[in-house]
T-cell receptor
Framework: EAGVTQFPSHSVIEKGQTVTLRCDPI?????LYWYRRVMGKEIKFLLH????????ESGMPNNRFLAERTGGTYSTLKVQPAELEDSGVYFC???????????????FGPGTRLTVL | GQNIDQPTEMTATEGAIVQINCTYQ??????LFWYQQHAGEAPTFLSY????GLEEKGRFSSFLSRSKGYSYLLLKELQMKDSASYLC??????????FGKGTRLSVIA
C-alpha cells in the first residue's frame, strides 16, 4: 500500500511569490491533515479535512494560506503571497476513519521543505 | 492550553536500553502517540496509548499514566538505525495532534 506522498519535496521562492504544495493521502483515508514545523519548534496543526470538507482550520496562520481538497482525494495548500516567516517543513497526514481507536492513527508524508528568501 | 515536554537530546550505547519521557498537560485527554522521525523523512507511527499501562511492540514499548500526565517510550537492544528524533503527541477530544518538540536520540557504538 502506497503511503502519503507530497510534492514538491523542496521549494525555494522569493518573498511575495506564490507556492502550491500538494498532498496525496493513503487511498481510502477520509481524514487529511496539514501540519507545519518551523525551525526549532514543534510540529503544529494547520488544517483538517474530512473528505472534501474543512473540519477544523483553527491552525491556519492567516488568509494568505488556502487549502483545498476538491473531490475528497488529494489536497493542495497554497501560500500567496509568501512571507519569510512561512519557511518551514509542511507535513501532510491522513487517517482512515475518525473516532476509531486504531483506525485514527495518522500516517505522515515526508513533508515539503519551503524556503522563502 | 496544552503543553508537552520531552528532553531535547539523549545519547545511548548500541545494545543498551533507553527510556524517553514525555509529560503533558491537557484537558479531555484522548490518546498519546509516539512517532519516530529520521532526518528528512516522514514521522513514522510507533505506538498509541489511551489507557494506563504498558503497550509492547517488539523492541519498542510505550507506557502511559493518565493521572500523572506521563508517558515513556522504551527502546531495547538499541541499534544504530534507532538514531532519530522521537516525537510525543497528544490528542484531546476530537482535536488534531499536539506535538512535543521531539527528542533527538543518538546511538553510539
Amino acid at each position: 500500500e502506497a503511503g502519503v506522498t507530497q510534492f514538491p519535496s523542496h521549494s525555494v521562492i522569493e518573498k511575495g511569490q506564490t507556492v502550491t504544495l500538494r498532498c496525496d493521502p493513503i487511498s481510502g483515508h477520509d481524514n487529511l491533515y496539514w501540519y507545519r514545523r518551523v525551525m526549532g519548534k514543534e510540529i503544529k496543526f494547520l488544517l483538517h479535512f474530512v473528505k472534501e470538507s474543512k473540519q477544523d482550520e483553527s491552525g491556519m496562520p492567516n488568509n494568505r494560506f488556502l487549502a483545498e481538497r476538491t473531490g475528497g482525494t488529494y489536497s493542495t495548500l497554497k501560500v500567496q503571497p509568501a512571507e519569510l516567516e512561512d519557511s518551514g517543513v509542511y507535513f501532510c497526514a491522513s487517517s482512515q476513519v475518525f473516532g476509531s481507536r486504531s483506525a485514527d492513527t495518522q500516517y505522515f508524508g515526508p513533508g515539503t521543505r519551503l524556503t522563502v528568501l | 492550553g496544552q503543553n508537552i515536554d520531552q528532553p531535547t537530546e539523549m545519547t545511548a550505547t548500541e545494545g543498551a536500553i533507553v527510556q524517553i519521557n514525555c509529560t503533558y498537560q491537557t484537558s479531555g485527554f484522548n490518546g498519546l502517540f509516539w512517532y519516530q522521525q529520521h532526518a528528512g523523512e516522514a514521522p513514522t507511527f510507533l505506538s498509541y496509548n489511551v489507557l494506563d499501562g504498558l503497550e509492547e511492540k517488539g523492541r519498542f514499548s510505550s507506557f502511559l499514566s493518565r493521572s500523572k500526565g506521563y508517558s515513556y517510550l522504551l527502546l531495547k537492544e538499541l541499534q544504530m538505525k534507532d538514531s532519530a528524533s522521537y516525537l510525543c503527541a497528544v490528542r484531546s477530544g476530537n482535536t488534531p495532534l499536539v506535538f512535543g518538540k521531539g527528542t533527538r536520540l543518538s546511538v553510539i557504538a
